[in-house]
């Protein structure tokens, strides 16, 4: 578990193991910082993480209390995200964007990668995702359809990290009102649609989008089936600033309260949560969850404790969280290869 003590003006990066017994090396930091990014454990112990202060570092400390700091320089904006032991990071720099990847085997590599900038589109914002069903594989989406004759498009890079290199494909979407705005949207009509990921496998789509009713609208978060040219399943929620993960076949949502969707974790076949944590969950565990997969489980972190559980949704562990200790001052490592 990865923590933020705050000394003054300044903070401090504490680790603690909660499996073994390793002294990790605390991390002084200039300012206010936080990790926005889950921190990433391989089986030796060794523990990554991206943290920034005047500088974005990358964080390597070892069991033995040894720790290595790489500068990566002062971009404006960044993304990361870990795939098996892998980490990529886009790095947002004055002279334009930079690629790398990152493992404990090669070091830090540098991607040849440029993107097309889609004309109208440029400020469109994008995710990173895994690939569904492939390990360490990428994908590249745009958030909102590609409009171009008639059609609405689901606009993707695959990306291969080995060659440095990508190829594009594009999902056709359901259509929606391109003009409509909340309380003006047609009976029936889609408007306001966004994509959160895609099922390259299956060539589907989750998306989330309002649509018209005969008063009102409502919103709705569904996985569209680009073969059938249908809905394979749509729930009604509060889902246009939803924030989703995606490992194997699961999709999580790190989030359970009313304002969130309250799903938890589900699949792309159903809706239906594929891990029954609310028998695990209570009142005093809060709304801000974070759902960390594992080998033979899950790891829960919520405002008060941090839970481990098997598949089947068994409760296997529970640690109370030192009080004081807030939802938005630690993070969970992830497991890695």
């Not at 919103?219 to 059938?228: A, F, H, P, T």
Request: charge should be negative.
């Amino acid at each position: 578990m990865e923590y933020t003590e705050i000394l003054g003006q300044n903070s401090r990066y504490v680790s603690t193991n909660l499996s073994r017994d390793i002294s990790y090396p605390k991390i002084d930091v200039k300012g206010f910082s936080f990790l926005s990014e889950d921190p990433a454990i391989d089986k030796e112990g060794v523990l990554y993480y991206v943290f920034r202060d005047d500088t974005l570092n990358l964080a390597q400390l070892t069991p033995s209390g040894k720790s290595e700091i790489i500068t990566l320089g002062n971009p404006n904006d960044y993304k990361a995200i870990w795939l098996e032991d892998r980490l990529f990071l886009e790095l947002l720099q004055q002279s334009g964007k930079e690629y790398f990847t990152f493992d404990p085997r090669n070091g830090l590599q540098q991607l040849q990668l440029q993107f097309p900038a889609l004309e109208g589109y440029e400020y469109v914002p994008y995710y990173y995702q895994p690939v569904h069903g492939e390990v360490g594989g990428l994908i590249r989406l745009l958030s909102r359809p590609y409009r171009d004759n008639g059609s609405e498009d689901a606009v993707y890079q695959l990306i291969d990290l080995e060659q440095g290199d990508y190829s594009e494909f594009r999902l056709p979407l359901p259509r929606s009102n391109v003009e409509a705005i909340p309380g003006q949207i047609p009976e029936g009509e889609k408007a306001l649609l966004v994509i959160y990921g895609i099922n390259h496998t299956e060539k589907q789509a989750l998306i989330c989008y309002y649509e018209g009713q005969a008063v009102g609208e409502r919103s709705y978060l569904g996985v569209w089936d680009s073969k059938s040219g249908e809905m394979l399943w749509k729930k009604e929620s509060r889902c246009m600033n939803a924030q989703f993960q995606f490992y194997k076949d699961n999709i999580c949502e790190n989030c359970v309260s009313d304002y969130c969707l309250g799903l938890g974790i589900f699949s792309w076949a159903s809706p239906s949560a594929a891990m029954p944590y609310n028998r695990i969950l209570g009142s005093k565990d809060g709304v801000y969850i974070r759902f960390i997969p594992f080998e033979n489980g899950w790891l829960i972190g919520t405002e008060r404790r941090i839970i481990t559980i098997d598949k089947q949704g068994n409760l296997l562990e529970s640690l109370e969280l030192t009080p004081g200790r807030y939802h938005w001052s630690y993070r969970l490592a992830q497991p890695i290869r």
